[in-house]
């Protein structure tokens, strides 16, 4: 009888182990999940900027071109 409280408290032991083991494992996991999460956040955020000034640069570009192709018309307009 008293090998098996001493096998019960053993395993009662291994098992708060094991369960301390899982939640150090959840916590780091959770950790990692976080981190990669503000990461891919921060990268996000960062792609969003980028997309907006390219977008901006290019409408001035294209606006740049209206300008040039109405100067272009207007001096071939007065050659002919």
Do not use: C, P, W
């Amino acid at each position: 009888m008293e090998q098996d409280l001493v096998a019960k408290q053993e395993s009662r032991l291994q098992l708060k182990h094991n369960f301390t083991s899982q939640q150090e494992q959840l916590e780091e996991t959770d950790s990692e999940i976080q981190r990669v999460t503000t990461r891919y956040r921060m990268t996000k955020n960062e792609l969003d900027d980028m997309s907006e000034i390219i977008h901006g640069e290019r409408e001035d570009l294209m606006d740049r071109i209206r300008e040039l192709t109405r100067e272009i018309r207007l001096k071939h307009l007065i050659i002919d």
